[in-house]
């Protein structure tokens, strides 16, 4: 494997590990916005956000969703916001396919406890990147993940592929990932990985860790395969341009 260097280890508990980096020209091809469109990018990674008892409660939200549908293959995706949910080869709306029964799923604790996070998350991106966090919106897709072992059954199920979130999803100016399991205690491999010229630089996941970037090809990446166990993260995007900004999810 061509990861040579490790910015947070999982034994590692760090306050705030934040490495600056030049931007890429992704953003000029997208309107700016003043005092939110980076000017100053890079990659963070803190263990001091979340709590990984708070990471636990949120876990249990994922499994709880996913254990109403779940991807043939190896990745599966739980989207509180619009109600896309894995389920076979295709995808339900979770709200449509289950009714009112969601009211036994999932309680207004839940979603109280999400809003929550993602706010504490926002903040702390805002505080890195010197910006206002009310100049951020939350945007679409911010969602649930559960990797296993399992091989491919569509394109959806190979998650591995290096990407840049900017090109991927034009909205996207910050990405966060919110880790809910252990690596190599829950699963093996399923590391992150930051594609850069000269080496790859990895992150461990570690429940209640939260890793954070500028979304342009500054941070090219990918996560590494699942070999074993699963791995559970939510990922939690936030744009500058309030036309694409979404409200957290409502419970019914």
Request: a negative charge.
């Amino acid at each position: 494997d061509e990861v040579t260097e490790v910015l947070a280890h999982r034994s590692d508990s760090l306050r705030d590990k934040f490495v600056e980096i030049p931007c890429s020209e992704d953003y000029d091809s997208h309107k700016r916005f003043e005092g939110c469109t980076p000017r100053k990018c890079g990659r963070g990674v803190t263990d001091a956000v979340i709590t990984r008892e708070e990471a636990e409660r949120i876990r249990r939200i994922a499994e709880r969703g996913l254990s109403l549908g779940g991807s043939d293959g190896g990745a599966s995706i739980l989207d509180l916001h619009s109600g896309a949910l894995s389920l076979g080869k295709h995808f339900v709306n979770l709200y449509r396919y289950f009714g009112d029964k969601i009211q036994d799923i999932f309680t207004e604790e839940d979603f109280a406890l999400y809003r929550d996070v993602r706010q504490r998350i926002q903040q702390r991106i805002a505080q890195v990147f010197g910006i206002s966090p009310s100049a951020m919106y939350l945007t679409k897709p911010t969602f649930f993940s559960r990797m296993n072992s399992t091989g491919a059954k569509t394109t959806h199920d190979e998650y591995w592929h290096p990407h840049v979130d900017k090109v991927t999803y034009g909205s996207f100016d910050y990405t966060s990932l919110l880790y809910l399991s252990d690596y190599a205690e829950d699963f093996g491999g399923g590391r992150f990985v930051f594609m850069d010229a000269d080496s790859n630089k990895t992150v461990e996941p570690r429940a209640g860790r939260v890793s954070f970037f500028t979304s342009g090809s500054e941070n090219l990446h990918r996560v590494e395969k699942v070999q074993w166990g699963t791995r559970f993260a939510i990922t939690i995007s936030f744009t500058c341009d309030p036309e694409h900004g979404i409200g957290d999810p409502l419970l019914g």
